[in-house]
Nanobody, 124 residues
């Protein structure tokens, strides 16, 4: 069992930066693939970024590539999402997710555990 708690969301102007954190509990965190997803009002949940359990491979949605960076610190049981050059269209609730195979992926259905989400609002 893994429990996930996101933090770091808030209100920021366009062009600004935020860093989201996802703290995980559970001994097996280090073997889990981790992902970030987001959901805007009236839209489906969409993939943002993912990282394998080793941290050696990362994946990004085209819409955030070059602006967002996912990373993890297995010693701290934490995964991060550094978001730079934020745009109003990045406004959404951001969710952290964990999946047991360690591979990670872009399909939310492949993830086993989810956090409660943190709101990110980017003003123009």
């Amino acid at each position: 069992q893994v429990q996930l708690v996101e933090s770091g969301g808030g209100l920021v102007q366009a062009g600004g930066s935020l860093r989201l954190s996802c703290a995980a509990s559970g001994r097996t965190f280090t073997t889990y693939g981790m992902g970030w997803f987001r959901q805007a009002p009236g839209k489906e949940r969409e993939f943002v970024a993912a990282i394998t359990w080793t941290g050696r491979r990362t994946y990004y949605a085209d819409s955030v590539k070059g602006r967002f960076t996912i990373s993890r610190d297995n010693a701290k049981n934490t995964v991060y999402l550094q978001m730079n050059s934020l745009k109003p269209e990045d406004t959404a609730i951001y969710y952290c997710a964990a999946e047991r195979t360690g591979v990670s992926g872009t399909d939310p259905k492949s993830y086993d555990y989810w956090g409660q989400g943190t709101q990110v609002t980017v003003s123009s």
